[in-house]
């Protein structure tokens, strides 16, 4: 199982940008499917989720209201809308998928695979 994640770059403060996380590979059951981030000497932490199933969706406190995570199950891809971006979104942001099921899906060890990252660089 592969997750490619892709639309990272270099924008300013209070721009969007839309990331993409693709799954290939062997086929599996998906529970869940999520974004993470870690900026520079900090620890990964939760962005946001989303249910494979039933889509319901999951915000980290910091992104609420800015970000949206939506799915797209005949491709097999979540993607990541994350608009008024702020520097402190400034991260290397990596795609998850759980195939268990969790009752929360906010913590790195709920999730089986991982995507290679992307980074995402606000300027001020």
């Known amino acids: 199982v592969q997750l490619q994640a892709s639309g990272g770059g270099l924008v300013q403060a209070g721009d969007s940008l839309r990331l993409s996380c693709a799954a290939s590979?062997?086929?599996?059951?998906?529970?869940?499917r999520g974004w993470f981030r870690q900026a520079p000497g900090k620890e990964r932490e939760f962005v946001a989720a989303i249910t494979w199933g039933g889509g319901s969706t999951r915000y980290a406190d910091s992104v609420k209201g800015r970000f949206t995570i939506s799915r797209d199950n005949a491709k097999n891809t979540v993607y990541l809308q994350m608009n008024s971006l702020k520097p402190e979104d400034t991260a290397v942001y990596y795609c998850?998928?759980?195939?268990?099921?969790?009752?929360?899906?906010?913590?790195?060890?709920?999730?089986?695979?991982w995507g290679q990252g992307t980074l995402v660089t606000v300027s001020s």
């Open positions: 590979g062997r086929t599996f059951t998906t529970y869940a």
């Open positions: 998850a998928a759980a195939i268990g099921s969790s009752r929360s899906y906010v913590i790195p060890s709920d999730y089986n695979y």
